[in-house]
């Protein structure tokens, strides 16, 4: 039995909202597998309608669940790398104002730190905070700060 199949059901609209700073070439490697997985929920009628919008590059989906937490479950099955441990790394150079940041070892994007933090950021860290907004379930291992001398 297909885990979607229920009697109610409510349409769901989803938006990808693009990442700034991080270079359309960055989603590249995993491309095929996030449309062959799109493919399979769009079988399975989970996913409806896929739209791409004409002024960014950025994708709408009609989803068909049975609520919210059902539709967020579909859509964390989409891949970007998934069923492994990946290496995400900041390089955040505090002195230059700079940050890096790495997903599997390809940089995703790079910014200043204080510019490129949501609300503005201060030349300093003060905490990590590794609590994810009710998105899906992320898990951390080997996580560390240090400091470069010069």
């Known amino acids: 039995m297909n885990p979607y199949?229920?009697?109610?059901?409510?349409k769901i609209l989803a938006l990808?909202?693009?990442?700034?700073?991080v270079p359309d070439d960055a989603f590249e490697p995993h491309l095929r597998a996030e449309a062959a997985?799109?493919?399979e929920l769009h079988q399975a009628g989970v996913i409806r309608e896929l739209h791409f919008r004409a002024d960014r590059p950025e994708a709408v989906l009609v989803l068909e669940c049975a609520g919210v937490d059902q539709a967020r479950t579909a859509l964390a099955t989409l891949p970007l790398v998934r069923g492994?441990?990946?290496e995400i790394r900041v390089e955040i150079d505090l002195d230059n104002d700079t940050q890096?940041?790495?997903?599997?070892?390809?940089?995703?994007?790079?910014?200043?730190?204080?510019?490129?933090?949501s609300g503005g950021g201060i030349l300093?860290?003060?905490?990590?905070d590794l609590f994810a907004n009710n998105a899906s379930a992320v898990y951390y291992d080997d996580m560390w700060l240090t400091s470069a001398l010069p």
């Open 124 to 128: 300093s860290i003060a905490a990590v």
């Open 100 to 117: 890096a940041v790495y997903y599997g070892g390809d940089l995703l994007f790079q910014d200043t730190w204080t510019g490129g933090m």
């Open 37 to 39: 997985r799109a493919w």
């Open 5 to 10: 199949d229920l009697e109610v059901s409510m």
């Open 84 to 86: 492994e441990w990946v």
């Open 16 to 21: 990808e909202k693009e990442v700034p700073g």
